[in-house]
């Protein structure tokens, strides 16, 4: 028997998508506009327990390993640093001055830096060391990492990866094939270590991340020699975990006008 006509599969399919996912303004503008609505079909709380989960997996394994915050002077000197940032965060959302920020040094010679939902972070000595940071570039990763939190970055990615997931589910049932589910830490886990940002997402957190560079009395300027250093480090290009954003220059031009951009913001902290 036939019960449902094959056209009817992709309105169906739109139709049930359309009923899980909500529109959300996940942060307020600030000073350099960031106004992008977005779509989701899984909640905050959920996405910041999964982080949670696996920082908190992620922190154990590099203190077996004898990996985590080996430097004292080192990790109270980025600490000072994400405090500062974290301490701006109601610009962009006041909500965010709740969250248990958290920060750590890990150990390893890679050039990376995060910030997982609800503020739980990490930067590596590599990046640190290698790249001779000076405390303003610090502030540039760590500004541009902590916009990725406010943005709800992981939750949109993980939406969009659960929007097709549903929609695969869908069509196996109406098809009569197939089954879906997905562990909701592991999607976490794979869209943050695993899945490089969008460029739109990229942009975001660059100009989000000068801005509250600014308002903790960082030079926002920091974030173009940070990018030429990191450039240079990867033979022009960038490092791997950065490999879809904008190309060089495009971005060395954003960074600048967005930099001058702020540049009375931080003029006015560092009074």
């Given at each position: 028997?036939?019960?449902?006509?094959?056209?009817?599969?992709?309105?169906?399919?739109?139709?049930?998508?359309?009923?899980?996912?909500?529109?959300?303004?996940?942060?307020?503008?600030?000073?350099?506009?960031?106004?992008?609505?977005?779509?989701?079909?899984?909640?905050?709380?959920?996405?910041?327990?999964?982080?949670?989960?696996?920082?908190?997996?992620?922190?154990?394994?590099?203190?077996?390993?004898?990996?985590?915050?080996?430097?004292?002077?080192?990790?109270?000197?980025?600490?000072?640093?994400?405090?500062?940032?974290?301490?701006?965060?109601?610009?962009?959302?006041?909500?965010?001055?709740?969250?248990?920020?958290?920060?750590?040094?890990?150990?390893?010679?890679?050039?990376?830096?995060?910030?997982?939902?609800?503020?739980?972070?990490?930067?590596?000595?590599?990046?640190?060391?290698?790249?001779?940071?000076?405390?303003?570039?610090?502030?540039?990763?760590?500004?541009?990492?902590?916009?990725?939190?406010?943005?709800?970055?992981?939750?949109?990615?993980?939406?969009k990866s659960m929007a097709t997931g549903l929609g695969v589910s869908v069509?196996?049932?109406?098809?009569?094939?197939?089954?879906?589910?997905?562990?909701?830490?592991?999607?976490?886990?794979?869209?943050?270590?695993?899945?490089?940002?969008?460029?739109?997402?990229?942009?975001?957190?660059?100009?989000?991340?000068?801005e509250l560079a600014a308002r903790a009395g960082y030079d926002p300027r920091?974030?173009?020699?940070?990018?030429?250093?990191?450039?240079?480090?990867?033979?022009?290009?960038?490092?791997?975990?950065?490999?879809?954003?904008?190309?060089?220059?495009?971005?060395?031009?954003?960074?600048?006008?967005?930099?001058?951009?702020?540049?009375?913001?931080?003029?006015?902290?560092?009074?």
């Amino acid at each position: 028997m036939k019960v449902l006509g094959r056209s009817l599969i992709p309105a169906l399919l739109a139709a049930s998508i359309a009923t899980a996912c909500q529109t959300v303004q996940t942060t307020a503008g600030g000073a350099v506009g960031v106004d992008r609505t977005q779509m989701m079909m899984v909640s905050a709380q959920e996405v910041e327990q999964a982080s949670r989960q696996q920082y908190q997996q992620m922190v154990a394994e590099a203190r077996g390993k004898n990996a985590l915050n080996r430097d004292p002077a080192q990790v109270q000197r980025v600490r000072t640093i994400v405090s500062r940032l974290a301490a701006q965060a109601g610009a962009f959302r006041q909500d965010a001055l709740r969250w248990q920020w958290e920060v750590n040094v890990f150990s390893s010679n890679e050039l990376n830096a995060w910030c997982m939902a609800g503020g739980k972070m990490a930067i590596y000595t590599g990046l640190i060391e290698r790249l001779n940071l000076t405390d303003d570039e610090i502030a540039a990763v760590m500004g541009h990492e902590i916009a990725h939190a406010l943005r709800e970055h992981a939750r949109e990615k993980v939406s969009k990866s659960m929007a097709t997931g549903l929609g695969v589910s869908v069509a196996g049932a109406l098809l009569g094939v197939g089954s879906a589910g997905q562990d909701l830490m592991g999607m976490v886990a794979k869209v943050s270590f695993e899945l490089p940002n969008s460029r739109e997402y990229e942009i975001e957190a660059d100009r989000m991340g000068v801005e509250l560079a600014a308002r903790a009395g960082y030079d926002p300027r920091a974030a173009v020699t940070l990018w030429n250093k990191m450039a240079g480090a990867s033979n022009g290009g960038p490092p791997q975990w950065l490999s879809t954003h904008p190309s060089h220059a495009t971005r060395q031009r954003e960074l600048v006008d967005y930099a001058a951009r702020v540049m009375p913001l931080y003029e006015r902290a560092r009074r």
